[in-house]
């Protein structure tokens, strides 16, 4: 089929500004660095002082400036001996510059966070400060690793780390026989939780005896040895969760000093409970088939931030 020479020419000039308008935006798009420029000499409204803050030479500022805007094909300034002023198209462009910007920014980090190893943790509330110092410990190490944290009780963090949801959790002890622990520590009990209303709630102190013929709630079904009173389990180590059941009157609970500092509730009461060396027992819990190097710079990382503070 013959084409005509007209018809080869139309499609020709229908084609080259689509091409025109493609190099025009690529061109834009890969000068971030003039982007960069651009955004310092708005905020700054002078050429000196955006080149004194990037490291540049003025000059080199000038050049910049003049090749953002030959490939945007708009001024962005007005430049006089005396100011610089942004012109109505820089002012209308300075927030998508600023937002390449942010997007790149944003996006190197996030690719240098995924490229670097994670590992994810699973632990109980009442050691979220030991979690962010592991965290912290993570991320100062070179090469840094990564941590996602997941706040989780007992049951929980058993089912994520059985099905390769977490690599590793702080779990109270004893653990299921099938993981590996290390790194164990203690949380002492001394304070008991009591309804607001309760004869208990006035007392400045209180000793074990005094809880005989009481509901004592015991969490993650580990019975508190030496006390006296009637045990009712609750379901997981949820301290939260319990002092719903202590304020509706279900039982007391035995608590560490953790929880009762940094919880407050008016229908509660927190007496300190002379209870010897009670306390509860935590370890770093981990499945012996998915060990790596990742888990074991943990392991290194919970033992290093329990010696030190």
């Known amino acids: ?31 971030l660095k003039e982007m960069h ?30 090749r953002l805007e030959r490939a945007a094909g708009v001024r962005l300034f007005e430049r006089t001996a005396r100011d610089v002023r942004l012109t109505a198209e820089g002012r209308t462009l300075l927030p998508y510059a600023e937002q390449v910007i942010e997007s790149v920014g944003a996006f190197a980090a996030e690719s240098a966070r ?3 190893p994670t590992i994810h943790l699973a632990y109980p509330p009442i050691v979220g400060a030991l979690a962010a110092r592991i965290v912290r410990r993570l991320a100062g190490r070179s090469p840094a690793i990564g941590v996602e944290l997941r706040a989780a009780g007992r049951g929980a963090a058993v089912r994520a780390l059985a099905d390769g949801e977490v690599s590793a959790a702080i779990l109270a002890t004893p653990a299921p026989a099938r993981f590996v622990t290390a790194a164990r520590f203690h949380v002492t009990v001394d304070h008991l939780a009591v309804p607001a209303g309760h004869r208990l709630a006035a007392r400045p102190k209180l000793a074990p005896d005094e809880l005989a013929g ?31 059941l202590v304020a509706a009157g279900a039982g007391l609970l035995p608590i560490p000093q953790l929880v009762a500092r940094t919880i407050r509730r008016d229908d509660v009461r927190f007496v300190p409970l ?36």
């Not at 080149?51 to 910049?64: C, E, H, K, T, Y």
């Not at 509901?215 to 006390?227: F, K």
């Not at 009637?230 to 002092?243: N, P």
């Not at 209870?275 to 790596?292: C, M, Q």
């Open 274 to 309: 002379d209870a010897g060396d009670l306390r509860i027992t935590y370890a770093l819990a981990w499945s012996k088939e998915r060990v790596t190097p990742e888990l074991m710079a943990l392991v290194q990382a919970v033992q290093d931030a329990l010696w030190t503070r």
């Open 214 to 244: 009481q509901v004592v709630l015991t969490p993650g079904s580990r019975p508190w040895p030496g006390l006296p009173g009637r045990s009712r389990m609750v379901a997981d180590d949820d301290f939260a969760a319990a002092l719903d």
């Open 114 to 116: 995924l490229a670097r």
């Open 37 to 66: 420029c651009f955004a310092r000499v708005a905020a700054r409204l002078s050429f000196s002082r955006a080149a004194a803050d990037l490291g540049m030479s003025q000059p080199a500022m000038s050049q910049a400036i003049t």
């Open 1 to 31: 089929m013959a084409v005509d020479s007209l018809d080869v020419d139309r499609l020709i000039a229908g084609i080259l500004p689509s091409i025109r308008d493609l190099v025009h935006h690529v061109l834009v798009l890969l000068m």
